[in-house]
């Protein structure tokens, strides 16, 4: 196996791949495809912008010297078989799935948006405002509670995830077991059952030696894996078993060979399927949202990483003879912000007045089937396509336990194995050590450095009879009600004994 390294330490890649001097990272994900596109299939192309390196399967920390110039391409060969040192010696290797959880019933969802909203990587006050996070996430937990359950009641009563990502560990296991690795694999989620701290508790009681950390999520964001991480990062540091276990990340893998094939699959299965003409139909790539000013200001590489992504199925697709048109749009956007475009929906009545006819959706951002995939694609924006002239919808299933994405997700974790090292924050020595030390601190430092405060994501009023503006003037209205009945019961004054309804028992 060939790996080529691109190298660039502090400063904006050269022109022409790099337009602008703040999106550092995003030029290197374009650098990183065209020279992918040049190379044969089995090179890994890895790409480090800070100090330390950053390969398609694996973050490590890496200490390079420094470059006399800023882009150096490296080739070296990469010969040793991973998977017969990795038994020697007496490790116990854990693999942790981060996964973003779900409310498993109705009573969940409130409390599951909160933790959500909680989040300073969903929204990020000033730093002056910092301790109103948690009102200020119960409020809008609240106030989206009735909209959100609804969607959760229209898809079986709560969210299928924990029970897919449970079946995915128990697959992943099975395959690297079937490779040789005997591994345990643990599933933490960000903001439901089982949550990363419940994980985190079983790999101490397990006597886990080396972790590889597996977000479940194909591409970077800042708010996906990047909140995982962050929420990881802060339980690593405060525990001296795990500042001491050697780990490391794997913090995107959209464009893994395994990965692309698989989507290719299910793409072309579809196509075949449900199509009476397959190459007149639209394949219609449609991603989860985030904020622009997360890509624009906090510097998410999830827009660069997620077009790379789609370019990389389209020419798998191309390979096979397949060369349908296709689009990428952005769906699932909360509140007044900017979101990604295009939004899904929009597109899709577009696409209806330019008399396209047959549209296959495609969800990308992420691996299991979940409310935005059951409800707002399969419900939602097939009404919407249907009423704007598209006569034949279909949508291509999500990934779940599909054999060749396990296998590759096995694949991975194996390859990122021998790049497993020491946390060890406060070691001196082992962050100079070679051995790549796995830092999410750093990884996440890259492109979130600054750490700006993110827009809020709900509407917080709108003048005039919007949906909004009649649900805050209700809910001011009962506030109003309640605060009334306080005063009238605390004081025994006011209208409702003036009129005998109170006091109840005299
Ligand atoms: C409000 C900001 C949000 C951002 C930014 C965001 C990014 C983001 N989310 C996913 C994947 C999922 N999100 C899911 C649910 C969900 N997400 C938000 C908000 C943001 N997501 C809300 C309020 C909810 C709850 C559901 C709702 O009320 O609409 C889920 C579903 C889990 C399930 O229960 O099935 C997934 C999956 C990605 C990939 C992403 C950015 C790249
Ligand atoms: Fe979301």
């Known amino acids: 196996m060939v790996l080529v390294l691109l190298w660039c330490h502090h400063g904006p890649l050269p022109r022409p791949t790099c337009t602008s001097q703040r999106s550092h990272h995003n030029c290197g994900v374009q650098l990183e495809a065209c020279v992918r596109k040049c190379l044969p299939r ?80 969903i929204i990020r006050l000033p730093r002056l405002f910092r301790f109103l996070q948690g009102p200020l996430a119960q409020f809008i937990s609240v106030l989206r509670a009735p909209k959100s359950k609804e969607g959760y009641a229209s898809i079986g009563g709560g969210s299928p995830l924990r029970r897919i990502t449970d079946a995915q560990a128990e697959e992943l296991r099975k395959s690297l077991c079937a490779k040789n690795v005997p591994a345990k694999v ?4 960000r903001y439901w059952h089982p949550f990363t701290e419940e994980a985190i508790v079983q790999i101490k009681r397990d006597g886990i030696t080396k972790l590889v950390v597996l977000p479940l999520y194909p591409q970077f964001s800042i708010s996906t894996s990047g ?23 794997i913090p995107s893998w959209y464009q893994r060979e395994g990965y692309i094939k698989a989507m290719a699959n299910l ?4 196509l075949k399927k449900r199509f009476d003409c397959p190459e007149k139909v639209m394949i219609f790539f449609s991603a989860h949202g ?42 699932s956007r909360v509140g007044p912000v900017e979101w990604l475009k295009p939004y899904t929906d929009d597109t899709i009545i577009e696409l209806g007045q330019k008399g396209i006819k047959s549209l296959l959706a495609v969800p990308i951002s992420f691996v299991s089937e979940h409310i935005e995939t059951l409800e707002e694609i399969d419900v939602e924006y097939k009404e919407l396509a ?41 070691n001196l020595e082992a962050r100079q050590s070679l051995v790549p030390l796995g830092s999410v601190e750093e990884l996440l430092a890259a492109y979130d450095s600054q750490r700006r405060e993110l827009p809020p994501p709900v509407t917080m009023w709108e003048w005039g009879w919007t949906k909004s503006a009649e649900t805050w003037n209700g809910r ?19 209208f409702l004994h003036q009129w005998g309804i109170l006091p109840l028992f005299q």
């Open 227 to 249: 909140s995982s991480l962050r929420l990881l990062e802060s339980i690593f540091r405060e525990d001296e078993y795990l500042v001491n276990m050697q780990h490391t990340v």
């Open 476 to 494: 001011a209205a009962m506030l109003a009600v309640l605060v009334l009945l306080v005063w009238e019961v605390t004081t025994g004054e006011g």
């Open 290 to 331: 985030v904020p622009l000013a997360y890509v624009e200001e906090a510097g998410d590489p999830y827009k660069a990483e997620m077009e790379e992504c789609v370019d990389l199925i389209m020419e798998e697709l191309e390979n096979r003879r397949i060369t349908n048109a296709y689009t990428l749009a952005y769906q």
């Open 42 to 121: 089995n090179c890994v192309v890895a790409r480090s912008s800070s100090g330390w390196l950053q390969a398609p399967s694996l973050v490590s920390k890496q200490p390079l010297k420094k470059a006399s110039f800023p882009l150096k391409a490296l080739v070296t060969s990469q010969t040793q078989d991973v998977s017969t040192t990795l038994l020697i010696g007496e490790e116990k290797i854990g693999v942790l799935l981060l996964n973003l959880g779900g409310p498993e019933t109705l009573d969940d969802v409130q409390p599951f948006l909160f933790n959500l909203f909680a989040d300073p990587d």
């Open 386 to 426: 249907l009423k704007s002239g598209i006569e034949e919808w279909g949508r291509v299933p999500a990934l779940g336990c599909e054999p060749t994405f396990i296998s590759d997700l096995a694949d991975a974790v194996i390859e990122s194995l021998p790049y497993v090292g020491a946390m060890a924050v406060s």
């Open 186 to 189: 643990y599933v933490g989620m």
């Open 267 to 270: 793409i072309e299965n579809e």
